[in-house]
């Protein structure tokens, strides 16, 4: 009966957790030292300095029901955890980033999306504008996207930002070198790749890290 429950989930099953981003008490971009896996300011050898802030979207609600994590999405452990509604959410987003960029020279670092993912190609076309106007932002994450519009706005942004910009696929496959293409893979992932050096504690958090975002060999994750 569980799994039949799970399977029938189309957002968090912690929908009181959700946060209008026009609730003037929250914040939409939390700080990293919120988090000890990410961690606060970047010493890793790219993108050294900047602060890092990550952003939660609501899990389901934002991500295509292809994403091999749909049933087992690490949000169903997260009961407490904000998760932001998209009405709103670019509005409120510009504001803040603005407000970060001009706080901090020498920038900041955003990890999309702790839950969610990239849910229209209007929205990603925002992430491509404010890379635009900031030259001090930075952005990395993952994405379940493939074979449709968003997926291939995704693959434009990562093309033409591609020193401050690194979204990973999360698909089991190995870089070839032919491709601009990187991947995130699971655990049972046997080709060429490297695992988290945060999840085996070869690293204190992703600040220290940033293999993520430099290099392009495949990252495998462990089950979490």
């Not at 085996?200 to 958090?205: C, E, K, N």
Request: some cysteine.
């Amino acid at each position: 009966m569980m799994g039949a429950m799970m399977t029938e989930l189309t957002t968090t099953r912690y929908p009181k957790s959700i946060k209008s981003p026009l609730d003037p008490r929250y914040k939409l971009l939390k700080p990293g030292t919120n988090n000890k896996k990410l961690g606060g300011i970047i010493t890793a050898k790219k993108w050294t300095g900047k602060r890092m802030y990550s952003l939660t979207l609501t899990e389901r609600d934002t991500c295509p029901t292809s994403c091999h994590h749909w049933d087992d999405c690490y949000g169903n452990n997260m009961p407490f955890a904000h998760r932001f509604a998209t009405h709103g959410l670019m509005y409120e987003l510009a504001e803040e980033i603005e407000s970060l960029c001009n706080k901090y020279p020498q920038g900041i670092v955003i990890r999309l999306h702790v839950l969610g993912d990239f849910y229209s190609t209007e929205y990603v076309g925002f992430w491509s504008d404010m890379l635009d106007k900031y030259e001090n932002l930075a952005i990395f994450g993952y994405t379940a996207r493939q074979n449709d519009n968003i997926a291939m706005a995704i693959l434009y942004l990562n093309d033409k930002h591609s020193e401050r910009c690194v979204i990973r696929w999360s698909r089991s496959r190995a870089y070839n070198g032919l491709s601009p293409d990187r991947f995130a893979a699971e655990e049972d992932f046997t080709g060429e790749s490297f695992t988290c050096p945060e999840q085996t504690g070869i690293m204190p958090s992703c600040a220290a890290c940033g293999a993520c975002w430099i290099t392009n060999k495949t990252v495998r994750f462990l089950s979490h």
